[in-house]
């Protein structure tokens, strides 16, 4: 995967990187109900888009879609202007999602948690149990931490390699201050590297000078 | 996928109830047996072979249902889809970690079922041989009815109405195996045809289990 340079706001106000992430005429019916059709945007490396909009507009379902996880009715879901169908074990590589739910298993510890994905998509754990504040919490089975533990250890999964393409759903659900700020460096830090983040939110997320894309 | 598989193996080793509820469901179903047709033991070695294929199939079925729906319904599932992972390596990796955490302990109590169907005991080396290739074929047909029933309502009971079907040559060769030795007869060709019947279900079941859960 290419890690691009610094984002520099100067270079993309020019056009001169290309949008990475793009969607043609995206359309997704869900239980014969079309939920959105005719949806194009477009994400350059560095940049982080707001999906927006109320309960039932359909920011969780193109968050799906954009993982590969939903088929959509029409259109298309582009990455360096190729079909991300094409080749979704590559798309999943270059992917991290970030659903409503947690993932974890009650019987298994954070660190556990974390050594198995990391073995699925490279990175270290321990460092990841760090950057979310988690290191004391490591050796306790999951199902004794609380929701906003709970949410950390599936946030924690986003420090783990350098996957280009973030896709959260209500990220900051449950958590505190403290660890808000945890997830704006973990942001920062992530879109410094050229990364996107598609984030749905209905709260206030520490992403400066996002886009704002209304469903 | 061998992270998956030994995940897996961690999982079910934290929880060993489950695995342990199926071995004790085949020991159990085994020894109705001897109270429903009486205690003597020519007429309980005549049913032994279907028995214990059966007992055996029923009790590899109780853990299928929650092999793909816990990771559904814990979000799992989602994470692993986007793995960069095959869907079918997902399947296989599934099925493999179902047979070891379910067919192997099967493996281990079915001298004790055998015993308890008064199986002369020179078919017990045919019949657990039988027994490990029906296994390992019901794992591979369940992990497929698994991916397919998920999502749907009650598929937990769609699930074995799926399955059971497609092991009816599974039981007839098991059991013909099982018979044969008990009989002094050669159970050889019954074990090639489980073997042929596994090594046709061997590629083709996870690859119809990974596009079912990808269209999930």
Redesign the interface.
């Given at each position: 995967m290419a890690v691009l340079p610094g984002p520099g706001a100067g270079l993309f106000s020019q056009g001169i990187l290309e949008a990475v992430l793009a969607t043609e005429g995206l359309a997704i019916r869900r239980g014969g109900r079309v939920v959105f059709s005719g949806l194009s945007l477009r994400a350059r490396p560095g940049e982080a888009l707001l999906l927006l909009g109320p309960n039932g507009a359909g920011k969780s379902t193109l968050l799906?879609a954009l993982?590969?996880?939903l088929?959509p009715a029409a259109g298309r879901v582009l990455w360096e202007g190729e079909d991300v169908a094409d080749d979704?074990?590559?798309?999943?590589?270059r992917?991290r999602?970030l659903?409503?739910?947690?993932?974890?298993?009650p019987?298994?510890t954070p660190r556990?948690d974390l050594a198995?994905?990391a073995?699925?998509?490279g990175g270290e754990p321990e460092a990841a149990l760090a950057a979310l504040g988690l290191s004391a919490l490591a050796g306790l089975p999951c199902r004794s931490l609380s929701a906003g533990q709970r949410r950390r250890l599936a946030l924690a999964?986003l420090a783990l390699g350098d996957a280009p393409l973030w896709l959260l759903d209500e990220p900051t659900l449950g958590l505190d201050t403290a660890s808000v700020a945890r997830l704006g460096a973990l942001l920062a830090a992530h879109r410094a590297r050229g990364g996107i983040v598609l984030a749905a939110t209905h709260l206030p997320l520490p992403l400066p000078d996002a886009r704002e894309v209304a469903l | 996928m061998i992270a998956v598989f030994l995940r897996e193996l961690r999982l079910a080793l934290r929880h060993p109830a489950e695995a342990l509820a199926a071995v004790l469901f085949f020991v159990i179903v085994c020894a109705l047996f001897p109270f429903g047709v009486g205690p003597s033991p020519d007429a309980l070695a005549r049913l032994a072979p279907g028995a214990l294929v059966t007992a055996a199939l029923l009790a590899a079925l109780l853990p299928l249902d929650r092999l793909f729906a816990a990771e559904a319904e814990d979000g799992s599932l989602d994470l692993l889809l986007t793995a960069g992972l095959p869907p079918a390596g997902l399947a296989a990796a599934k099925a493999a970690a179902h047979w070891a955490v379910t067919g192997l302990p099967l493996l281990l109590a079915a001298p004790v079922s055998a015993a308890l169907l008064a199986l002369p005991t020179d078919a017990w080396g045919v019949a657990i041989l039988a027994l490990g290739l029906s296994s390992l074929i019901l794992s591979l047909l369940g992990t497929l009815g698994a991916a397919l029933t998920l999502g749907a309502r009650r598929g937990g009971v769609l699930l074995p109405l799926l399955v059971l079907p497609l092991a009816v040559p599974v039981v007839i060769f098991a059991a013909g195996a099982i018979e044969a030795a008990a009989g002094g007869a050669e159970a050889r060709p019954f074990l090639l045809l489980l073997g042929a019947f596994l090594a046709g279900a061997l590629p083709l079941a996870p690859l119809a289990a990974g596009a079912a859960l990808r269209e999930g």
């Open positions: 799906r993982a590969g996880l088929r979704s074990a590559a798309h999943g590589t992917t999602y659903g409503h739910q947690d993932a974890i298993k019987a298994l556990e198995f994905w073995r699925l998509r999964r | -």
